[in-house]
């Protein structure tokens, strides 16, 4: 059935609620269809199946938002999302990453800001959402600051800047 789901676009909605009945579905089914690069999809099963969601459901969705910079969409995930939710890093960095590619650099560093315990992939979603936003300084005096030892990809991004 989820082989029929994504090589067939006619018939892939009329399995949604079939193979989305629980939230470990719903994940799997989303999560493959951000890999295939069909994140309207995601969105729309998003939308059926707003009953049987959890907080990594709300992420994959979030994930979707910032790849089609749905800015009104993924405002309406990030309310939705559980206090312990925004305590999670994989949460945090996906809102940073969603900001910052709707180009709402304000919202990014608040978040951002608000973080005690930064992770590596934090800053490189804040540095890469940066240089996307053509402002290559302020990853430069964010690098300045930054709490914890760089990596690789860091110093890639670095230099990108």
């Known amino acids: 059935m989820i082989r029929r789901l994504f090589n067939?676009?006619?018939?892939?909605?009329?399995?949604?609620?079939i193979i989305s009945s629980?939230?470990?579905k719903l994940n799997a089914?989303?999560?493959?269809?951000?890999?295939s690069r069909q994140y309207k999809e995601v969105l729309d099963l998003f939308?059926?199946?707003?009953?049987?969601?959890?907080?990594?459901?709300?992420?994959l969705a979030l994930k979707a938002?910032?790849?089609?910079?749905?800015?009104?969409?993924?405002?309406?995930?990030?309310?939705?999302?559980?206090?312990?939710?925004?305590?999670?890093?994989?949460?945090?960095t996906s809102l940073i990453h969603f900001?910052?590619?709707c180009h709402d650099i304000d919202h990014a560093h608040q978040i951002f800001s608000a973080i005690d315990r930064k992770t590596i992939f934090m800053y490189s979603a804040i540095f890469k959402g940066y240089i996307s936003n053509d402002m290559p300084e302020k990853v430069?005096?964010?690098?300045d600051e930054m709490?914890?030892?760089?990596?690789?990809?860091?110093?890639?991004?670095?230099f990108n800047a």
Not at 8 to 17: A, H, L, P
Not at 140 to 143: C, D, I, V, Y
Request: hydrophobic share 35%; with cysteine.
């Open 22 to 24: 629980s939230p470990i």
């Open 65 to 92: 938002c910032a790849k089609l910079c749905d800015r009104e969409r993924g405002i309406r995930i990030h309310r939705q999302l559980s206090s312990q939710a925004l305590r999670d890093s994989f949460t945090q």
């Open 140 to 143: 430069l005096e964010l690098f």
């Open 29 to 35: 089914t989303m999560k493959k269809l951000i890999e």
């Open 8 to 17: 067939i676009d006619q018939t892939k909605y009329r399995y949604f609620s």
């Open 47 to 59: 939308d059926r199946q707003s009953q049987v969601f959890t907080d990594s459901t709300l992420t």
């Open 147 to 158: 709490s914890i030892a760089p990596d690789e990809v860091i110093i890639t991004i670095l």
């Open 99 to 101: 900001y910052m590619q």
